[in-house]
């Protein structure tokens, strides 16, 4: 039986059908995982104003999604340490494939295209090693698993492809944490953990890594935004003792010092230690993280690195970028657009969102 | 007749549902935040009249404040936070050392102009409320700290502080945000918004009390934090304990009304932590480095953990507050 990617790749081979692409699909803006009201799990389709225009059962909880540069395709990541990816027609939400990490490998739960949209990049744990790792897959090839290379760290997390001058990079988050299936979601290594934000090439040349200052070793860096001049964003989670004094959110335009945002300012206690998601405002002007722990979002100014607004919502972790301000989404199903000091709801589904907003840009 | 009985019956039963919140604010909230003002001016006046920091009058002024702020310390939002205050009045935990260090600075500098309620608000949040004040009439190098005049107004000026921050606190509460509260439209846009505030307020102060108040003493076996306790140099960690839990205990019930088990249930659940946080007989929380006393503190926060479980799968599902998704996840 002809499976229907390879239908649809045969009709392209043949030039019959016209390629599709992403504005096949009538507007969807964003991807997020989300858990159903009767336990299943899914990845959805948003449209900018929160509806969704489709959705694809996933086998577990998700977490992550990557959007295929040119083709409306996507790959849904399972919630670490995971076992699957699948890539999903984002015009229909149709199941083309499922890529299983390498024996001794899990996903972290992040990943992203080449710009040309031939290789795909995953966040990956060698854990018997103790390793991090990207993998690489051929896309053009039914996603075949071509290579990895070291992420530069261990625990890498979230990463983003960055454009600078015609040569595009893997910007990746080390968490620094070592974690290992036999003993779930422990973390083996905190009292050494050193996190750092690399960044490499798509052969896997380590171009730069950025690490904080020693005290704070603790601070895992987990997420990561970036803005329209190729400044990084970064957020971060506090492994050590709750209600110490501490950066979340942090800034890095690689060649100069990362700077970090509100320092001294008590209201990052109101983070509780914990940043969800990163994203920059459409004009670059201001970042926010969320907190899911804190009920919170926060917006710093990125010139000054002041916080300017504070929006408290209940669970809210999914946070990105959109056309008029930011947009988040939350686990009790809200959809919510920020600008300036209102938090507004676009929509309300029957779903508890997941950790991520994942632009379709 | 049978028409006229059943539209009071169920008039009544409106009013019970709306009684929920008026009740918590008015026999809860907006006396507490009165109570909290009025201390807080009581010890401003007093801290103007008398400086030596061991004098009774003093202490006692500054413990009746403190206990008021305690009993109020989990209703985190709204008129607290507005312009930081909140922060203002305790800054803990400081795990940087920045309040001795702010105080420090202050009483090199002695500056002139850190002594008017404008500069003094202008300062740095370390340097103010209750905290900082305990360093200057509990820690023996600040108490006696020279030179001598310029400490006493400064402390004056610090507990004027507070108490301009409580009043204002306790303004905006009375002035409109109670209010706000009842009609739930605009701010909340319904009532259950209303009552998921005052859950999460209680969710708050027993996250408070098990991860800070206990969980920073305690550490681990291995390394125990006894300097780590909440106001130890004043001897008020185990009567915050006290303090909060029996704030927290009628907020909770009132959270369950209508619900008869689950009010049986919680009160039980509180009085068996009260009763132990009563029984300490360690006012500074030392125990926690004495293997012969640390499993009491254990026993209360694990107590306390308890609580917080019931109050999720209970309390908070009759609320319409599911367990987070994202904020018990963590990835």
């Known amino acids: ?361 | 007749m049978l028409l006229t009985l059943a539209s009071v019956l169920s008039l009544t039963a409106t009013n019970l549902q709306a009684d929920m919140v008026d009740e918590i604010l008015d026999d809860q909230i907006l006396p507490a935040m009165q109570a909290l003002a009025e201390s807080s001016q009581d010890l401003a006046e007093v801290a103007g009249t008398i400086c030596r920091p061991g004098a009774t009058p003093l202490r006692d002024a500054y413990g009746q404040a403190f206990d008021d702020w305690i009993r109020v310390s989990h209703l985190r939002f709204g008129p607290t936070e507005t312009d930081n205050r909140a922060f203002a009045l305790v800054f803990w935990p400081d795990s940087r050392g920045k309040t001795p260090k702010t105080l420090a600075k202050h009483l090199r500098e002695a500056d002139p102009d850190l002594l008017t309620p404008e500069g003094f608000a202008q300062s740095s949040i370390a340097g103010r409320g209750f905290y900082a004040l305990e360093f200057m009439y509990y820690d023996g190098h600040f108490a006696s700290a020279e030179p001598h005049a310029y400490r006493c107004a400064l402390t004056t000026a610090m507990a004027q502080d507070i108490a301009a921050n409580a009043a204002a606190i306790h303004q905006d509460w009375q002035g409109s945000y109670a209010d706000q509260m009842r009609m739930a439209s605009g701010r909340y846009q319904n009532k259950t918004e209303v009552k998921q505030e005052l859950y999460k307020s209680l969710n708050t102060g027993l996250q408070m009390l098990a991860d800070m108040r206990l969980g920073r003493p305690l550490g681990s076996f291995d390394k125990p934090r006894p300097k780590r306790a909440e106001a130890w140099r004043s001897g008020r960690s185990q009567h915050h304990i006290t303090l909060a839990l029996q704030a927290l205990h009628p907020l909770a019930i009132a959270l369950a009304e209508g619900n008869q088990d689950l009010m049986e249930q919680l009160d039980a659940a509180f009085q068996k932590p009260i009763l132990r946080a009563q029984r300490l007989e360690d006012p500074r929380l030392e125990g926690v480095a004495d293997p012969a006393k640390r499993f009491r503190i254990e026993a209360l926060q694990q107590e306390v953990n308890d609580l917080r479980a019931l109050i999720e799968s209970d309390l908070g599902p009759s609320l319409g507050v599911l367990a987070g998704f994202n904020s018990l996840d963590g990835d």
């Open chain 1, 1 to 361: 039986m002809t499976s229907r990617r390879g239908f649809l790749a045969g009709l392209l081979a043949t030039g019959l059908a016209p390629a599709p692409s992403w504005a096949d699909l009538g507007g969807p803006a964003f991807l997020a995982a989300a858990r159903q009201s009767d336990g299943h799990f899914l990845l959805a389709g948003l449209s900018e104003t929160g509806a969704i225009r489709f959705t694809c059962p996933l086998p577990s909880r998700g977490h992550a999604a990557a959007a295929h540069p040119l083709r409306p395709e996507a790959v849904a990541f399972a919630r670490r340490p995971g076992r699957f990816a699948d890539v999903i027609d984002c015009r229909d939400g149709a199941h083309l494939a499922r890529l299983e990490p390498p024996l001794g490998h899990h996903f972290y739960g992040h990943g992203v295209f080449s710009p040309d949209g031939t290789r795909l990049f995953t966040t990956e744990n060698d854990y018997e090693n103790g390793r991090g790792i990207v993998g690489v897959w051929q896309v053009t090839r039914g996603y075949r698993r071509i290579g990895s290379f070291g992420s530069g760290g261990i625990g890498p997390h979230d990463m983003v492809l960055r454009h600078t001058q015609g040569m595009p990079q893997l910007a990746i988050a080390n968490g620094g944490i070592e974690t290992h299936p036999d003993s779930g979601r422990a973390k083996l290594n905190l009292p050494q953990m050193r996190p750092n934000l690399s960044l490499l090439s798509l052969e896997g040349q380590v171009l730069d890594v950025m690490e904080l200052d020693p005290e704070l070793h603790l601070n895992s860096i987990r997420h990561l935004a970036l803005s329209s001049t190729g400044t990084l964003g970064f957020a971060m989670q506090w492994q050590g003792d709750p209600g110490a004094d501490l950066p979340i959110l942090g800034l890095y335009q690689p060649g100069t010092p990362p700077q970090l945002l509100a320092e001294g300012d008590p209201r990052l206690r109101n983070l509780r230690g914990y940043g969800g998601s990163v994203a920059f405002s459409p004009d670059d002007q201001a970042i926010a993280v969320t907190s899911p722990r804190g009920g919170l979002v926060q917006v710093m100014e990125t010139h000054s690195g002041k916080i300017i607004q504070e929006h408290p919502l209940t669970d809210v972790c999914g946070l990105a970028t959109a056309s008029t301000g930011l947009i988040a989404s939350t686990g009790l199903g809200q959809i919510m657009t920020l600008t300036g000091d209102t938090a507004k709801q676009l929509r309300h589904h029957n779903l508890a969102w997941d950790n991520h907003l994942v632009p379709l840009t």
